[in-house]
């Protein structure tokens, strides 16, 4: 499909999703959902594509729900039907990536001002890199609405009081790249204009391992995390052995004795 409030672009196994909202900070439209979700589905069903990129242009990486489009109960939905999709009985979920169930991993760039909903990206992104402009702050308490699913997930990524100092003081406590990365909400600070080349590096870098065995690894940590550690470790181990019934598993030995790079089939 075409897009309009977004990028979607693929490069190699890359894809590119791009809020391109920018005089409005990227801020989620219900059309501009509509467009992610078909976008993620997209990178998720394309089987040339084994990681995705997310990032924003402008000054803004995502400044939340649109205000101008936000319904009673506060959060923008979507433009389908009211309550005639599964979603829709589920928590909002806005702009988030499917994290439960996609499979691929995903690499968010921010690229400035991420607040409200702008949130969610990094708090279930795989990896999550940060231009030295970055700020971050959840702004609902501050417009008369509760932070809800955003600071719940935060809590879990930062110190409780952390979390909580963030959602009470709202518009008012901002949280600059060096802060989210000396607490761990980011794993590196990038130079701003070289943002998007470092994503690329950095997806490039986890593109030259096996893609299903990425996958693999990753559903083990993500999934277990919810699980008492025993229920993890098994879990984890039933990803291995599945791993095992595929090509590049064998691939992989195979061209570490041969002494040459490996040639990953995803299969």
């Known amino acids: 499909m075409s897009f309009n409030d977004i990028k979607y672009e693929v490069d190699g196994h890359k894809a590119t999703i791009t809020l391109n909202r920018p005089d409005a900070l990227n801020a989620l ?37 649109d205000v101008k489009e936000i319904p009673g109960d506060g959060k923008v939905v979507d433009e389908r039907a009211y309550l005639s999709t599964y979603e829709q009985w589920e928590a909002p979920q806005e702009g988030t990536p499917p994290f439960r ?59 409780r009081s952390t979390a909580l100092r963030m959602a009470l003081l709202g518009k008012h406590e ?53 699980l008492p550690l025993h229920e993890a470790e098994t879990l984890a181990e039933a990803f291995r052995e599945r791993n095992l019934h595929t090509e590049d598993s064998l691939e992989g030995p195979r061209a570490f004795l041969e002494k040459r790079a490996p040639n990953w089939r995803c299969r």
């Open 174 to 226: 901002r949280m600059t790249a060096q802060r989210a990365y000396e607490l761990g909400m980011i794993s590196e600070i990038v130079e701003h204009d070289r943002l998007l080349e470092r994503a690329h590096e950095l997806a490039d870098v986890v593109n030259s391992n096996a893609p299903l065995a990425v996958r693999g690894t990753r559903l083990a940590i993500l999934k277990g995390l919810d």
């Open 101 to 159: 169930r996609m499979a691929k991993p995903m690499l968010a760039a921010i690229n400035g001002i991420c607040c409200g909903a702008g949130l969610d990206w990094v708090t279930t992104g795989d990896i999550v890199i940060a231009s030295d402009k970055a700020t971050f702050f959840d702004p609902h308490v501050s417009i008369g609405l509760v932070a809800a699913r955003e600071v719940v997930r935060l809590a879990r990524v930062l110190p």
């Open 29 to 65: 439209s219900p059309h501009m959902i509509t467009e992610l979700r078909a976008a993620y589905d997209e990178a998720e069903n394309d089987d040339k594509v084994w990681l995705l990129i997310v990032t924003g242009t402008g000054r803004a990486f995502c400044a939340g729900a």
